[in-house]
């Protein structure tokens, strides 16, 4: 569902559960993509980044998936636990420039226990 | 810690008046950016330098908006006659090298609200 308040999407899970978080992107040549993470009152934490040059890239807990074909992005977050209630950006790195990066409107995801 | 600090945190301004907002980037970082946070969105760039060198301005908003790194480390980041529309939160950022995709360590933002 959508927050009025916020206008942000939404995502509700139980502690335990898996989160997939989606992400389109715009432009189709960027060749750089990354995850953040964003708790209230801080800025933005990097969480994972992918090349385009793959598909699939794994961390702690944290998966991210890459579809050129379609310009979508996921984050999947494997046993959510309360501490991963924030708001999660993806960041795409568009050609000609290879420091600028550009956000997406992020998704708020809450964990509840 | 060793982190992005910036400051004021929060920062309230009659319309008309000027701000200036600090960031101190982590010690030795070379590339240093300004991003503009509105309510409820994702940040937006604003400008990047890399030491003292400003090289990209094309975000800032109008030509009210002004940074400056002198010595390439502390930068700030003045907004003159300032407007209800410049209420946001401005996020700093540093990364250790120039001109590379590096990871990018934010700053918890100062948010400006504009009356």
């Known amino acids: 569902g959508e927050s009025v308040g916020l206008h942000l999407p939404t995502l509700s899970v139980q502690e335990g559960d898996n989160s997939i978080i989606n992400c389109a992107y715009s432009n189709s040549a960027s060749d750089y993509f990354i995850w953040y993470k964003q708790e209230s009152g801080k800025g933005p934490q990097f969480i994972i980044d992918?090349?385009?040059?793959?598909d699939k890239r794994q961390g702690q807990r944290v998966t991210v998936l890459l579809n050129k074909t379609v310009k979508h992005l996921s984050l999947q977050i494997a046993a959510t636990q309360p501490g991963d209630s924030a708001v999660y950006f993806c960041?795409?790195?568009?050609?000609?420039?290879?420091?600028?990066?550009?956000f997406g409107k992020g998704t708020l995801l809450t964990v509840n226990p | 810690g060793a982190g992005v600090s910036q400051s004021p945190r929060y920062k309230v301004a009659k319309r008309g008046q000027d701000v200036a907002l600090r960031c101190d980037p982590i010690s030795g970082h070379v590339s240093l950016f300004w991003y503009q946070q509105a309510l409820g969105q994702g940040p937006e760039f604003l400008t990047y330098f890399q030491n003292e060198a400003q090289l990209d301005k094309s975000g800032l908003p109008s030509d009210r908006f002004f940074a400056e790194r002198p010595e390439g480390s502390v930068s700030t980041l003045k907004i003159q006659r300032t407007q209800q529309e410049d209420s946001a939160v401005y996020l700093c950022?540093?990364?250790?090298?120039?001109?590379?995709?590096?990871?990018?360590?934010f700053g918890s933002g100062t948010q400006l609200s504009v009356l």
């Open positions: 960041a795409e790195n568009s050609g000609g420039s290879n420091y600028k990066l550009t």
């Open positions: 950022a540093s990364a250790v090298e120039g001109g590379d995709r590096e990871k990018l360590f």
């Open positions: 992918i090349r385009s040059n793959m």
